[in-house]
């Protein structure tokens, strides 16, 4: 850089040192970049293997056009490899396709969880209340980690320490509000006294799953639960309090499905857009008004009754292009998965959300993401968007499906496991 500084009259050859310096330093800073995301594989070997140019190009910018690359240094060399294999098929819907596929099997192999196991199981402790509702995720969640090979019992293996505590549980013993985040700060000020993880970073290599409404705030009897410990749950509005580095959007997945997924299905979808549901929050009640008498949209302000025959909510969900994803009394719901299982676009409609896995999975690659106030326009953004790109986000939705389900046992990238990534890349922030 300095070299260009002091460079008092741009000649061309100062232009091409300024331009080669430039690219440098972008070109190192990438390749540092990637170095320091796959630093967490300890993998010396990795570092010099094929695979890792391959990163250095998926994370690499457009150049333009004109550059000269020169007889230049490693890092150079590194970025102008040929293409190989064909990662256009992930690189639809992932940011950084590479760097997800290795670092996911680095978790697979590396990543363990200590599970505190104090507390009675048949209270609200260690153990799931079921696997069904609106809640299920929190149960899928508890269930398949004690399935899985990445509990260790040995807390100085461990790269995290779950708390296991289900508020869902607890709203099943009809404890109130108030008696959930007693009960949780006295849990946790237990595990202080008592083990000496805490401690070390305040809570910061801990985490705490709940999908129910209230969980995030059964947290708020402990400070440095908040602040420092990572919080997994279902409505991870950036107005209530959630942290988005820091914290994990869990799904909210109504299971089990009623109807198989859809997928490879665009011409029976031919309806525009559909929504159907109660007018619970400020949008719906706008969305409703706006558009109940619209005719290309199905836009109806009740809930489908079973009257009207079986399963009709979720069979329109297979007729449809796009499907009105408005916030309840929560910002999450669990039609966005529900759209995303029925092969239906979700169009959401919402500022504050933190979408579940955004910064793993692109999400304008399979769904339309709007503001409120877009609701105005809804009928004509719907109607812009081409049938070659409703296509191409249908094609990707049937892609991320996986990520959306929960299963027993847990199966590979399905929610349970992108949840677990989620948590293995922020335990690269804190090490004790
Ligand atoms: C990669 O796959 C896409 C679609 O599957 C195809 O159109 C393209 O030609 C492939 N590219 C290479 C280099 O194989
Ligand atoms: C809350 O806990 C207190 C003390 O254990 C108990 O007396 C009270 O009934 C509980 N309230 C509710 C609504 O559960
Ligand atoms: C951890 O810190 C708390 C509060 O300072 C203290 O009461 C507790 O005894 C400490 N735990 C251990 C194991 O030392
Ligand atoms: C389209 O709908 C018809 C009638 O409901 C059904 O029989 C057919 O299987 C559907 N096609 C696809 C590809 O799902
Ligand atoms: C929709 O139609 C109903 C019945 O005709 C009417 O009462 C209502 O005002 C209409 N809504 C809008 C937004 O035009
Ligand atoms: C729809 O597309 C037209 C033509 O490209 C553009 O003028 C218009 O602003 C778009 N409308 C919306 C709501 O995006």
């Known amino acids: 850089m300095s ?17 080669r310096s430039l690219l440098t330093v ?25 695979t890792t140019t391959s990163i250095a190009r998926s994370v690499q910018p457009s150049l333009p056009e004109d550059v000269d690359y020169g007889e230049g240094d490693s890092a150079e060399k590194s970025v102008v490899v040929e293409r190989e294999g064909n990662e ?30 104090d507390g009675d199981p048949k209270t609200y402790y260690q153990t799931p209340r079921k696997l069904t509702g609106k809640y299920a995720s929190e149960g899928y969640f508890f269930q398949n980690l004690r399935d899985s090979k990445f509990v260790t019992d040995d807390p100085d293996r461990a790269d995290l320490f779950f708390i296991p505590i ?29 083990y000496p993880y805490w401690n070390r970073t305040l809570g910061a290599d801990h985490f705490f799953v709940t999908c129910h409404d209230v969980g995030v705030r059964a947290t708020e009897g402990l400070p440095n639960l908040i602040k420092n410990s990572i919080r997994v749950v279902c409505s991870p509005s950036y107005d209530v309090g959630f942290i988005p580095h820091k914290d994990v959007a869990l799904p909210q997945v109504l299971q089990p499905f009623a109807l198989p997924a859809g997928g490879n299905d665009i011409e029976n979808r031919t309806t525009l857009g559909f929504w159907a549901g109660h ?13 109940e008498n619209e005719t290309e949209l199905d836009i109806s302000n009740n809930r489908i009754n079973r009257a009207t025959g079986h399963l009709v909510y979720q069979k329109r969900f297979y007729r449809t292009k796009f499907c009105i994803c408005p916030g309840g009394s929560q910002v999450n719901s669990a039609r966005i998965a529900d759209s995303i299982h029925y092969g239906c676009i979700p169009v959401i409609l919402s500022n504050y959300y933190d979408l579940p896995f955004n910064d793993i999975l692109n999400w304008h690659k399979f769904a339309v993401v709007l503001k409120e106030k877009d609701v105005y326009q809804l009928k004509q953004i719907l109607k812009n968007i081409t049938q070659e790109e409703f296509a191409r986000l249908h094609n990707n939705l049937v892609k991320v499906q996986k990520h959306f389900h929960w299963n027993s046992p847990a199966v590979s990238h399905d929610a349970f496991h992108m949840i677990m990534y989620e948590l293995w890349l922020r335990h690269h922030v804190v090490k004790y």
């Open 88 to 117: 256009s098929d992930e690189a639809d819907v992932y940011h950084l396709p590479k760097v997800f596929r290795l670092n996911y099997e680095e978790m697979l192999k590396r990543f363990k969880v200590y599970v505190y196991s």
């Open 26 to 50: 972008a070109i190192v800073t990438l390749v540092s970049f990637t170095y320091l995301s796959l630093k967490s594989l300890h993998s010396p070997s990795l570092l010099s293997s094929p």
């Open 279 to 291: 007018r619970n929050s400020k949008i719906r009640v706008i969305l409703a008004r706006v558009w």
């Open 166 to 194: 289900s508020c869902h549980k607890m709203r099943g013993k009809g404890i109130s509000y108030e008696n959930m985040t007693v009960i949780v700060r006295d849990y946790v000020e237990g595990l202080m006294s008592k």
């Open 3 to 19: 070299a260009a500084k002091f460079q008092q009259q741009p000649s061309s050859a100062a232009v091409c040192t300024l331009r």
